[in-house]
């Protein structure tokens, strides 16, 4: 049962390149999350998903950008990386929002470093 | 707007000892309680949760919190800490109504001495 599955671990970009971090879950959760974590900052929820097809800009949208083509997979994409984006992502999947067993759960996040 | 505040950044305690981690919330209506903990370099990991019933929720490794509606609190405890309980811990809350996400509170780092 892997839950949820972040890939890369770790990544190191330099100012402007351009990446995209993946997230699989295979719970059949309708809704899935990105946020980010800085030091002293806990986390800040960047965009979601409430279905295939669907997606919302979070707390902290800008210079980022998602996909979610397929329910088990949400993509988080940085068109031109920044300092600024340096931080440890994580994803995040749960049920709709009035199930009995609503919860979230997490992958092992994406340490992302941008040069 | 739903809200959650973890009011001390780190607690130190000594192993055996009781420990508690403080949480306090603010919602329109009833409240989702979360509690999450993660360990260095892992994501978050569930721990227990609140959404109706017995006030007092018992979780994984031990840890219970205590839902208490006029103090607007969900303090994590545990009985008796070990050293292998440090680790960051996060708080969160939602409203019951459909539509509303998580909110987390900003995380407590508990310290466990030997």
């Known amino acids: 049962n892997a839950g949820v599955t972040q890939t890369p671990k770790f990544r190191v970009l330099k100012t402007g390149q351009s990446m995209t971090l993946l997230c699989a879950q295979d719970m059949n959760h309708e809704y899935m999350y990105w946020y980010r974590q800085d030091p002293g900052m806990g986390l800040r929820l960047i965009h979601y998903s409430v279905g295939e097809g669907t997606t919302a800009k979070g707390e902290v949208p800008d210079g980022y950008n998602v996909s979610r083509l397929k329910k088990q997979n949400f993509l988080l994409g940085l068109e031109s990386a920044a300092p600024s984006q340096t931080s440890v992502y994580f994803c995040?999947?749960?049920?709709?929002?009035?199930?009995?067993?609503?919860?979230?759960?997490f992958g092992s996040g994406t340490r992302l470093t941008v040069v | 707007a739903q809200s959650v505040a973890q009011p001390e950044d780190q607690v130190n305690v000594a192993e055996g000892n009781p420990l508690t981690v403080k949480c306090t919330y603010s919602v329109s209506g009833n409240p989702y309680l979360f509690w999450y903990v993660q360990y260095p370099n892992r994501g978050l990991q569930f721990l227990l949760k609140?959404?109706?019933?017995?006030?007092l929720v018992k979780g994984s490794y031990g840890f219970e919190a205590e839902f208490n509606k006029s103090q607007t609190s969900f303090h994590l405890k545990k009985p008796s800490a070990l050293v292998s309980d440090s680790a960051l811990y996060f708080c969160a809350v939602r409203e019951s109504n459909a539509g509303n996400m998580l909110t987390f509170g900003g995380g407590t780092r508990l310290m466990v001495k030997p």
């Open positions: 609140y959404i109706t019933g017995d006030n």
């Open positions: 995040a999947s749960s049920t709709m929002d009035l199930a009995p067993n609503y919860g979230y759960t």
